[in-house]
């Protein structure tokens, strides 16, 4: 079976199982924890995980069920793109992780594939993206029997067509799924060439409490465009495709309320004039 190799293990994350189960249990026990209560989707950041890896790790947790119903298969959406960007879907294999490997559901993908036009790729001619592999220990550690459709999604209206497409092919073969999307928050500083509020603490508060709380209640609200709209205009959003596809794909499987899990940015671990936020958050029903 063709495997998409890691890329970033022992770098952006642990290589080896032990220290990322480490790593795991010490995220779980940070701050609230994994919220209670069933959801459906949910966004993650996608940093290193000395930065991020809290935030993603408490969120993926939170979608385990809560009763016995397996979950067949995670849709994970990311991948840092433009708006004019081809979406893009790996098609078979597996994917390698500290604690063995996630078997792609290529009859989703291909059932899928039908339905859309998206660009199809295999596990080796697959892009190495922080954005999608950052997230794949803690998908096989929380869900260790799931299978797995990668997608890459670009900020246009394309994104909540690919992300209803997904639930309604799932549903057609009658997969238990959960939907994963992956995008950090605003990328503030002279590293990013984005200085609107100058620098120092009055910036930090400005992506705090301005730009990252307008793309957060787009979020919360549920609202695939006003979520592309948001990271297009204000760039408060690296992936506001794969965060538009994922409201979609809740709102497809009848989430009607969000549970903000937790935000922090990387100015919190260290003080720099360049830095980025992160959140995690959940779609589920009330």
């Known amino acids: 079976m063709e495997k998409k190799r890691a890329a970033f293990a022992g770098t952006w994350y642990p290589s080896s199982a032990e220290a990322c189960k480490t790593e795991i249990q010490k995220f779980l026990s940070e701050k609230s924890g994994p919220a209670t209560g069933d959801f459906a989707a949910g966004i993650v950041p996608h940093a290193g995980w000395v930065y991020s890896g809290s935030i993603a790790c408490r969120t993926i947790a939170s979608l385990v069920p809560s009763g016995q119903t397996p979950v067949h298969t995670i849709v994970l959406f990311g991948a840092h793109m433009h ?34 036009s998206i660009r199809k790729r295999t596990p080796s001619r697959f892009v190495n993206e922080n954005t999608l592999e950052l997230q794949y220990p803690f998908i096989k550690y929380f869900f260790p029997d799931a299978k797995i459709v990668v997608c890459g999604v ?9 992300g209803s497409m997904a639930v309604e092919t799932a549903n057609a073969l009658k997969r238990q799924i959960r939907v994963i999307g992956s995008t950090d928050m605003t990328h503030y500083g002279a590293d990013f060439g984005f200085t609107p509020a100058g620098s120092g603490k009055n910036a930090v508060e400005w992506v705090k409490t301005k730009n990252d709380a307008a793309a957060i209640d787009a979020m919360r609200s549920i609202d695939d465009k006003a979520i592309v709209a948001q990271g297009l205009s204000h760039h408060n959003m690296c992936c506001p495709g794969a965060a538009a596809a994922t409201a979609a794909a809740a709102k497809k499987m009848g989430a009607n309320r969000a549970h903000l899990i937790d935000y922090t940015t990387s100015f919190d671990k260290t003080r720099s004039d360049s830095f980025v936020g992160y959140t995690g958050l959940l779609y589920g029903q009330n």
Request: charged share 20%; aromatic share 10%; no cysteine.
């Open 83 to 116: 708006q004019q960007s081809e979406p893009f879907i790996m098609t078979k294999g597996s994917i390698e992780t500290p604690f063995g490997d996630i078997e792609v559901d290529g009859q989703l993908v291909e059932m899928l594939a039908e339905n859309i």
């Open 154 to 162: 670009a900020p246009s209206f394309f994104a909540p067509i690919i």
